[in-house]
Structures are given as C-alpha cells and as structure tokens.
C-alpha cells in the first residue's frame, strides 16, 4: 500500500478514504482538513467515514453521503457526472461555519479498478508544503487523479517529476512533459515570466501566489477559459540543498470568479431567499447587501461586515437598520446614500455603478442592480461593495505620469476611438485643448482615415494584438490650408481593463523627426562624398568594417590598382591586394579603424605584382576615419598618390650630392660673372619688351587706322566680301594689341610681387567693379560680394588677378541666362587643405577667396591646362580672348605665395579658389 502521509500538509482539506464499501475507511486526511473540522486526527484516522460525517455535518443523510462515492444506490435527486464524480454539495459543520463544497474523485489502480476516493473539501488555497522527500512511486496514482491540477519540478532547470492531467490542461500540453526541462516543455514560460517566479521561489524560499490567474484548457477538444489560483513552494530533502523541488498546484476558481461577475437571476418567487444563499459564495471579493422591496435586510456577506468595518456588537445586535445605518455613518456624504437608498426602491429604477467616499479616505465602488422575477415584479435590490482605493490611486498615479509624460499619450474607446485620455504633449501636437475629450477621433485628425491609421486602431482594437509604427511621417493641418509634416515611432496597444476585456486603445508616440531628418542629411552628405571621391584629382577609396570591403572607388584607384570595378567592389582590399597586407599596411589601416587616429605618409615603398613582374612604387597615403552620425567608426577613406618620380628624383639627388658639391664649387667663382650677366640680360629683356610693345603696338594702330580711313573713303562702293575683310582687319589688329598689352603685364607680373601693403579686398573689389560697370551693366550681370578680408599684396597685381577673373565670368555666360557671380572668402586652417599640393605648408593659416559663375563653365579634365599661356578652350568667334588673363592670375598667386586651382562642370558653372595666407589681420 502506498505511503499516504504524503497528504498531511496537501494545501487543501483532503480526505482520503479505500474502496472498502460500505466502511469506506479514512486512510488520510490533511491538516488544512483537521483545522476547518476542528478535529483530532486520532479520532479520524481508520475510522469508517459515514459516522464521522454525520458527527460533523448537519442535514446530511448517510444515503447522501455514500452518494459520494457512486457505488451504493443514490436517492433520485442526486445524480454522477461523466467523469466518476459526484456533483458538488453545500454542506455545513456543526458549529454552523459552512464548506464552501465537496466533490469525490475514484483513484484507479494500474488495471482500473477503484482503490481510494479522494474527497476535497472546498476551502482556501494551501498555506504549507512538506518538509520532508516525497516518495513519487508510492503517491503518483494520488498526485495524477488528485482533483486539482498539481505538477512537481526538480532541480535548476526544473525538470517536470510529476504533473497530472488537469495541470497538463491547464499547461495545454501532453503526457510526455515528465521528465523534460521546463523550458523544452513550455519555452513561452521565460517570456510570461514562470522562470522568474520558480527562481524567486527557489533562491528566497518563499511562497509565491496568484489568485484568478486566466487561463485557455483544452477539454474534450474544446477550448475553454478557466480561472485558477496558483501556488509555488519550495521544499528539498533534509540536508540536501541540491535536492530542491517545486510544488505547483492550480485549483479551479471559475466559479467563483464567475459569481464575482455576475449574480445569478432568480427564477423561483416562493424560494427567492434561499435562491439567493445558494447562488452567493463567501468567497466572492465583493460586499453583498441584499434588501427587500420594504428595505429590510435579507442578506450580508462577511465581505460586507469587514469593507464597511462594522463592529462585531452591531452585527450581533441584528437590530433592524443597524447595519445600514452604521455604514451610512462612515460615509463623507450620508445624505446621498440614504437618498441613493430610498430611491433604489422606486418602481423603473435600473442597475447602476457609482463611487462612495469614505470618511476615513477608503474609495468604495458600488454596484446596484434590482432583483426581479420572471414577471419583471421586484423583490428587492442587491448591492456589490468593493474596495477600490488602491485601484483609484493606481489609476490617479497613472493618469499622473500620462499628463506629465513628455511624449504623446492618448486613451481611445470603443468602435469609434473616443478620446477619453489625451496628456498635454498630444494636446501640444494637435494644437488644441481638452475640449477633445469625449470626441471621436476622426473628428479630431480626420487625415489619420486616408492613411490608414485608423483601420490599425480597429484592429488592435477587435483583435488584442498590438502595432507598432517606425519613423511614419504624419501630417498635421495648421491652418490656412498649411500642412506640418512630422516623423514618429509610435505604439497601439489593447487597453484592458480589470477583468481584461478590451475596451479601447493605449496609444502613445515619439517624435523622431530631427532623427530622421539627421538620417536624411547623412544620406545626402554620403551621396555628396560619394561624388566628390569620383571626381578626386587623386586616387580615393572607401574601405567599410572591420574586413576592410570596398565601398568605393574612384577611376584614379582603379588605374592605380590595375583592377576593375567588377574586381574590387564588395572584396577585403587585402584579397585585391594581398601584397599590401605582408608590407605593414594591414596594421595601420586598423589603428585608423580601431583607435580613429589619420594615419600618413610619405614617399612608402609598396611591391606590387605588374605584368611584367614585381615593381616597386613609392606612395604617399592619408588613412582617414569616417565617423556615422554616433561618432562610431564605420569605415576609413583611403587617399593614394604615386610619388614614385620624386622619390627616385630625391635618391639620385642624393646620389649626386656630393658631385653637386664639388660642381658648386667650381661654379661658385662664375656666378658673380653669371649674376651680372644675369642682370644685364633682365635689363636688356626689359628694354627689349618695352621697345617691342612700342614698335609692335604703332604699326598695328597705323594699320588700324589706314584701314578704317580706307574702308570709310570706299563705303558704298565696297562689296560685302569686302567689308567682312575690314571687319576682319579691324578685329584683328584689336586682338593684337590685347595680346601686346597682356603679354608686357605677364612680363612684369613674373618678375615678382613687388612692394606690399596692407590692402582692403572689398574696396580693391569695389574699383574692378567701377572699371568693368559698362561690361556689367550690358550683361545685366547680379554680383554678389560677401565679406572679405584686409591681407597684405601687391595693389596693381591684385587688381589685375579680380579684373580678369570678373571678366572671364562675364564673357563665359549663358545665351539669355542672367550672369550671377559671387565672391566669397573664409578663413581656413592648413591642416584642412586634404587633396590641395603638396606644396602648400600645413601648419598656417589662409584666405579661401571664391569666384563663382553661373556661365558655360569647362570640363574638369581641363582644370588645370587653362592656366598656361594662350591655352583657349573656344574659338575667337564663341569668346574673344587672348589665352594670357588665368596665367595672369595664376602668376599673381604664385607671387602672393598661394594657391590657385578651378571647379567646374560643363554647362554648370564654374568655381575658381584661391589660396592666400593670412597675416592675422580681418575686418570685424
């Protein structure tokens, strides 16, 4: 026989009795059992259980009892469920204190025949668990037909030891769960947070309870909601730590919950009273106050007596209105109860809810409804007390944070989304006040209809499943037909309530705009990047993540590596260029990668494989980290340059120092002699240049002007072959002494700057543009001159530079486009000239002075041909010119101690910047 000591501490009021009929002999009882009975165990134990019952109980026959078990006859009225027990029975003990019910349940042995009936008494939940180790061989026909859903875990990982059918349903999984980790039997338990509460119980030692707990059984098929309260305890052997199990018991509650909800309608007028009795539990969370038509009472709960907190000596006195009367004087407003009262008792009154303040703070929430009969007639009224004082200041602090919350909450209802909440921010955003709430709201945003927003609500809504929305642009109407366009993530979830029905929507969202604005700059600066290493004067490359993958690269590259696109987009560098990687270049790209320090250097020696075998190059490299919006490291821009020819130059200069040595000093006497000739030839070169121009410049005007007296004296007589023929002497002859005239300012340009002074660019701008007024005005020209700043130069060179850059800008325009040109100026830091030469030293500072046009503009290939002498890219009969007046300019720079260079694109203008140190001096 199994070991039934098991059941002495069982959470329930448990009897155990074997099928030894008609004794039906008590083998085990719990102590939950003992203590309702207010019994010994001495006086129970092995003894035949009718005559204990009948020493216990009262209105109970010895045929009922027996009934308990199905196996003797049965009077008429009682009848056996399907499943082999006996219906439920409301039974009371002696000292008139009742069981809420009792119901049997057969134990079969392994060939099914009926060894024990296990008898539970309905009472509270368990409140203690065994000490000791169980022995599940002797127990598990009582632990698997016990008639409450048990399951025993074991160890760390809490290994299913036992679980019977009813806790399987409730779990809604099979047989084979025993013996499995609870994760592998019911992974979902992490997430809904079983996990937590088993380690909670097993580290504290703790008890841990959950009362109602919802839960979807399959039973017979068929999918059904129940009510259960959960317990977990914690037990482990003696001595053995290790050794730690879990009991799980879930008792069936639904019916209880379901009297919480709702009061059974009564049928019967001659038996309205004990109707009533029956159709109340004491377990019910609600104090119930039933009174007749003439307002006497004919019902309280215990519920009742402890929320209203009346005196035991009242409840013993019975006096009639003694109980209503002692709550009414607990009210912070006993008129309106009586009134509320008196009124309830009126014919056509119907079932309602309201609040009732206490005076000592409690918030009691009351529900009344009339107590009819099937011909509508009234017997009275009921009452539901419930305390709901912590509810109201869970839903105060609520309300609290959603009113002070910095983001957008609103609280929609029903089919047709009411705003029944709406926090300050979303009154902020809709620009307007509370005089939304308790309007649909479509009403408020009817746009949300069109995008589709609105169909989410309903869903979540009919469906419980919530929605999410990423980055969503929403429009908001301003006024005046003006529309704001803002970006949001944002969240519908089920709004439930108490009883978890779904009775709206919690929706709440975060203005992500300047995110996602940011986002689009990015986007747009990459693609800004992108374009400027394609058109890079020099070899350029993006090398993404830690793998080094190209990204991007520019034709300079490519040529460089000798690759095409096909070969090196989407591969690790090193597998493009595996030579680099045993040369050190692996190591320094990844200090630019890991630690986001540039990495350079100049004149490296890098084998790579050719054709015709290795060659041996000599590089200069900037290995620059590119930073997301984060600051994180998402890949380096890699800048080459072959300076093979300079280095090889350098190393022969070096080869050949020591011969330049002795040459010097050779050389040193003759370069006295040299200097003098030197200068006698720069002499004799000017006053060759002056006495050329002069010579040059009278015949051409004698020509001109013989021409012009010519082409006059023949006038009509002149055939219009012959006039094209002047025109072309005439226009000639002008070309001439242009060129004449730029040429001798070349010359005097090249041999140097000449004097310095502290000069104001935009008064110099301000005189070119006095000289160049009538070409302006002809061209209706727009120029814009930001502020510019005082720099030390030479006055005439620098009239001569912006003269001829405005002049350009003014000839190379636009058939009827109107000529825009702006001249702008920004202070620069050396080290941010990346790309400029080499040449120009890095640790000063200089003027970026630009000249910009709208006009035809130039191919960028041609960049930097246009600044030799006589280099034309258009005929004479497109644009006049010389081909002299950007080598004027260039040559002005370069005496300045700058830099010049030109962008453009064909068709779109062009850009020409200047570098010019700075001498620390800058209008304010």
Excluded at 624 to 652: G, H, L
Aim: glycine share 6%; proline share 4%; aromatic share 8%.
């Amino acid at each position: 026989m199994a070991d039934l000591n098991i059941f002495t501490t069982l959470p329930y009021a448990i009897t155990v009795v074997t099928n030894d009929a008609p004794a039906f002999t008590i083998v085990a009882l719990t102590d939950e059992f003992l203590h309702t009975a207010k019994l010994d165990r001495e006086d129970i134990l092995s003894k035949p259980f009718v005559p204990v019952a009948e020493q216990m109980l009262v209105d109970i026959s010895p045929s009922s009892l027996l009934s308990l078990f199905g196996e003797v006859d049965m009077p008429a009225d009682l009848g056996r469920n399907s499943n082999g027990t006996i219906p439920s029975r409301q039974l009371t003990l002696t000292d008139h204190q009742p069981f809420t019910q009792v119901s049997s349940k057969a134990v079969h042995s392994n060939d099914g025949t009926i060894t024990h009936f296990i008898l539970t008494w309905e009472k509270e939940p368990v409140t203690s668990m065994p000490d000791t180790e169980m022995d599940f061989a002797k127990t598990a026909n009582f632990f698997k037909q016990a008639p409450v859903a048990i399951a025993i875990v074991k160890g760390p990982d809490y290994v299913f030891e036992l679980a019977n059918q009813d806790m399987l349903q409730f779990l809604g999984r099979t047989g084979d769960a025993v013996g499995k980790p609870l994760l592998e039997v019911f992974p979902e338990a992490k997430l809904q947070g079983l996990v937590d509460i088993f380690d909670y119980v097993r580290q504290s030692g703790n008890d841990y309870n959950m009362r109602s707990y919802p839960a979807t059984i399959l039973i017979n098929g068929v999918r059904e909601h129940r009510f259960f309260d959960v317990r977990f305890q914690r037990y482990e052997q003696a001595g053995n730590s290790a050794e730690v199990r879990i009991f799980c018991v879930a008792h069936n509650v639904t019916e209880q919950v379901q009297i919480q909800q709702q009061v059974e309608d009564v049928k019967e007028k001659l038996r309205f009273r004990n109707a009533l009795l029956e159709a109340v539990n004491e377990a019910t969370p609600d104090g119930i106050l039933i009174v007749d038509v003439e307002g006497k009472v004919l019902l309280k709960n215990k519920r009742f007596i402890e929320t209203w907190k009346i005196p035991a000596s009242v409840v013993a006195n019975n006096e009639e209105g003694g109980l209503i009367a002692f709550a009414n004087s607990m009210l912070a407003d006993p008129a309106g109860q009586l009134k509320g009262i008196t009124a309830a008792r009126e014919p056509g009154q119907q079932a309602g809810q309201d609040v009732l303040l206490l005076k000592d703070g409690r918030v009691l929430e009351r529900n009344g409804s009339p107590v009819l009969g099937d011909d509508q007639v009234s017997y009275g009224w009921a009452w539901y007390f419930r305390d709901v004082t912590d509810r109201i200041r869970q839903e105060q602090k609520f309300n609290n944070v959603v009113q002070q919350a910095s983001m957008p909450i609103a609280i929609l209802k029903g089919e047709n989304m009411i705003v029944e909440v709406a926090n300050q921010a979303l009154l902020d955003l809709w620009k307007t006040d509370e005089s939304v709430i308790g309007k649909p709201y479509l009403k408020i945003q009817p746009d949300r209809e069109e995008q589709g927003l609105f169909t989410k609500l309903l869903e979540v809504y009919r469906t419980g499943q919530a929605f999410y929305g990423t980055e969503v642009p929403l429009s908001f109407d301003r006024g005046n037909g003006n529309k704001e366009i803002l970006f949001f993530n944002f969240s519908y979830q089920p709004y439930r309530e108490a009883n978890g029905s779904i009775t709206g929507v919690l929706a709440w969202g975060n203005d992500v705009t300047d995110q996602v604005m940011a986002k689009q700059r990015i986007v747009e600066s990459e693609r800004n990047l992108r374009n400027t290493i394609y058109q890079a004067p020099v070899a350029m490359c993006i090398l993404k993540g830690s793998d080094h993958i190209v990204d991007i690269a520019n034709n300079l590259m490519l040529r460089f590596l000798r690759k095409s696109t096909d070969e090196v987009q989407g591969r690790p560098i090193f597998d493009v260029l595996p030579e680099a990687k045993l040369q050190g270049f692996e190591q320094l790209l990844e200090k630019a990668y890991t630690r986001g320090e540039t990495v350079s250097g100049f004149g490296q020696p890098l084998s790579m494989s050719r054709d015709n075998g290795p060659e041996t190059l000599y590089i200069s490299y900037v290995f620059e980290p590119f930073r997301e919006w984060d600051s994180t490291i998402s890949s380096v821009m890699v800048v080459i340059m072959d300076v093979s020819e300079q280095v090889r130059a350098k190393q022969q200069l070096e080869q050949n120092e020591s011969e330049l040595q002795r040459r010097v000093k050779e050389r040193t006497l003759d370069l006295d002699q040299i200097n003098q000739a030197l200068q006698s030839s720069n002499l004799s070169l000017e006053e060759f240049a002056y006495a050329a121009s002069h010579d040059l410049k009278s015949p051409i005007r004698k020509i001109n002007m013989l021409a012009q007296l010519l082409n006059q004296e023949l006038g009509p007589a002149l055939t219009e072959t012959q006039q094209r023929i002047f025109k072309r002497i005439d226009d000639s002859a002008g070309r001439m002494l242009t060129l004449i005239d730029d040429l001798l300012s070349f010359s005097h340009i090249s041999k140097g700057a000449g004097t310095f002074d502290d000069i104001d660019l935009s008064q110099k701008l301000q005189r070119v543009l006095d000289d160049l007024e009538i070409e302006v005005l002809e061209k209706n020209a727009q120029i814009t001159i930001g502020e510019l700043p005082v720099l030390r130069g030479n006055r005439r060179q620098l009239q001569q530079l912006f003269q001829n850059l405005i002049s350009n800008a003014l000839k190379y325009t636009k058939p009827g486009v109107k000529p825009e040109i702006q001249i702008l100026s920004t202070l620069v830091n050396g080290t941010e000239l990346n790309g400029i030469s080499a040449d120009i030293p890095r640790d000063r500072a200089y003027h970026l002075i630009e000249v910009r046009d709208n006009g035809i503009g130039f191919d960028q290939v041609d960049a930097e041909q246009i600044f030799n002498v006589f280099t034309r890219l258009h005929t004479h009969a497109e644009y006049s010119g010389t081909g002299v007046g950007l080598s004027i300019v260039k040559r002005v720079v370069e005496n300045h101690n700058g830099h010049v260079w030109a962008e453009s694109h064909a068709g779109q203008g062009a850009s020409f910047k200047i570098l010019l140190p700075h001498n620390g001096r800058q209008n304010a």
